[in-house]
């Protein structure tokens, strides 16, 4: 099977020109159209195939497509070694939000002490989608049952300028402030993240559901303003 073809033979023009306006960081002529079901359908389709194999190892890719085909193969991958080694070979070469996000393997809550290990170096890297990665993985895996108060001075150490890094950023507070309340809370009452990254979440706990209206009140009168 020729995957890139198979790849082509899928796109829609019009969703092509309406998921080129999600992701402006990657060019449109390097976007295919194909719809997230039809990924998720094809990496079934592959999985353990002598086809996907060959094809997880030749990186990097010329379509964000064959990037989203790429995630969603490490995502099914059952062996947990197997699918963090594929997963530290790709990440290198994310270069947009949406296969950052989606790229979340199943697999990781079978050892999550390791999982814990590497996102530290994640953190730490230079690459931007590295450190986007680390953190959703951080909001994912380690919010709920898995939770230490010490995951959240994890991520407020993280320093960026990047959009991306701090949209990661605000988005895990959101969802420690929906999930750990109290541990999360003193973060904000005491001005412990970057203003930007301080008011995003703010602002992204008051669009939640997840939060009574007598919280969002309370956080709205913490925001810092110029």
């Not at 070469?93 to 989606?102: E, S």
Request: glycine share 4%.
């Amino acid at each position: 099977m020729d995957i890139q073809q198979t790849l082509r033979e899928m796109a829609d023009p019009k969703y092509r020109a309406f998921h080129a306006k999600l992701i402006p960081g990657v060019p449109p002529e390097k976007i295919l159209g194909v719809r997230k079901p039809q990924v998720n359908a094809l990496a079934r389709q592959i999985e353990n195939t002598p086809e996907a194999e060959a094809f997880l190892a030749d990186l990097p890719h010329a379509f964000y497509d064959e990037n989203a085909l790429h995630g969603a193969l490490i995502c099914r991958m059952r062996a947990f070694d197997a699918a963090l080694a594929a997963t530290e070979a790709f990440l290198p070469y994310i270069d947009n939000w949406a296969v950052c996000d989606m790229l979340s393997p199943k697999v990781f809550a079978k050892n999550l002490p390791a999982v814990r290990e590497k996102i530290e170096g994640w953190l730490q890297s230079e690459h931007v989608y590295t450190v986007r990665f680390g953190l959703v993985t951080l909001t994912t895996f380690f919010l709920g049952g898995a939770f230490a108060p010490d995951v959240l001075e994890l991520a407020a150490g993280v320093r960026a300028e990047d959009y991306y890094i701090r949209m990661a950023q605000a988005w895990f507070f959101c969802t420690a402030l929906c999930k750990q309340n109290e541990m999360a809370l003193p973060y904000l009452t005491q001005r412990r993240l970057d203003t930007w990254v301080h008011n995003k979440t703010i602002q992204k706990c008051v669009e939640s559901f997840r939060l009574t209206e007598e919280t969002k009140e309370t956080l709205k009168t913490l925001k810092i303003r110029n």
